[in-house]
């Protein structure tokens, strides 16, 4: 069975870090790129991060550049996203989504393995 779950939300000052995971089982998550979305209450799904399936390419949101680190380890089927300086507009339900994708760059949409989703929450 094909699972991909996402970890490591909570709630954390402004300023402060945290740490997302998403583990893949039932594939095989190297030969995916993987993006990171979010989708705050009334708003649209936002992409805020993608890592290519080798991890010579990434993209990040300019709303989180220098700010946010995607990271992957394909021996454990597992992406990673870093994220510090929070700021309150980080507030977000976090996705990641996972596309057979075998460029150096990261696709332009088509995700079509989905979480189910991580609350980020960003408040004092």
């Known amino acids: 069975q094909l699972q991909f779950v996402e970890s490591g939300g909570g709630l954390v000052q402004p300023g402060g870090s945290l740490g997302l995971s998403c583990a893949a089982s039932?594939?095989?998550?190297?030969?995916?790129?993987v993006g990171w979305f979010r989708q705050a209450p009334g708003k649209g799904r936002e992409e805020v991060s993608c890592?290519?399936?080798?991890?010579?390419?990434?993209y990040y949101a300019d709303s989180v550049k220098g700010r946010f680190t995607i990271s992957r380890d394909n021996a454990n089927n597992t992406v990673y996203l870093q994220m510090n300086s929070l700021k309150p507009e980080d507030t977000a339900v976090y996705y990641c989504?996972?596309?057979?994708?075998?460029?150096?760059?990261?696709?332009?949409?088509?995700?079509?393995?989905w979480g189910q989703g991580t609350q980020v929450t960003v408040s004092s």
């Open positions: 989504g996972a596309i057979m994708w075998h460029e150096t760059s990261c696709p332009r949409g088509g995700y079509y393995y």
């Open positions: 890592i290519s399936s080798n991890a010579e390419g990434s």
């Open positions: 039932g594939f095989a998550l190297g030969y995916y790129a």
